[in-house]
């Protein structure tokens, strides 16, 4: 079900407002892709580093600093899987969202921790 990690990002505050070129420039990711708040580093291994900042305070989701979000070839069925198993999603009717390049679904593990599943399109 799992077939990798397909992002890692950090959520922040929009307080420091040159965050994405410290990123870029001193630890060297190269330009991002942008996209309003998110910033995405295509790193040369495949993988995916972003910065997520949005203005205000944010879900509660939002709120926690780093997410992962596991690569899937069918959220859907994915999904169908996790809930079978006891699995809790951030949204109880249709936890699935377009988030651009992806759909994503957003749930718990028995600690509290926010994860994903993502199926890129």
């Given at each position: 079900?799992?077939?990798?990690?397909?992002?890692?990002?950090?959520?922040?505050?929009?307080?420091?407002?040159?965050?994405p070129d410290w990123y870029a420039e001193?630890?060297?990711?190269?330009?991002?892709?942008?996209?309003?708040?998110?910033?995405?580093?295509?790193?040369?291994?495949?993988?995916?580093?972003?910065?997520?900042?949005?203005?205000?305070?944010?879900?509660?989701?939002?709120r926690q600093p780093v997410m992962i979000s596991f690569r899937v070839d069918d959220v859907r069925r994915a999904v169908l899987i996790l809930r079978e198993r006891g699995v809790s999603f951030h949204s109880s009717e249709d936890p699935i969202m377009d988030v651009g390049p992806a759909w994503v679904a957003t749930f718990r593990d028995p600690e509290g921790t926010w994860l994903q599943i993502s199926q890129p399109k």
């Open positions: 079900m799992i077939t990798g990690v397909d992002v890692v990002y950090i959520h922040g505050q929009s307080k420091v407002r040159d965050l001193v630890l060297g990711l190269g330009a991002p892709c942008e996209s309003g708040h998110w910033h995405e580093y295509a790193l040369p291994d495949g993988s995916r580093f972003a910065l997520d900042l949005p203005e205000g305070s944010g879900s509660q989701v939002e």
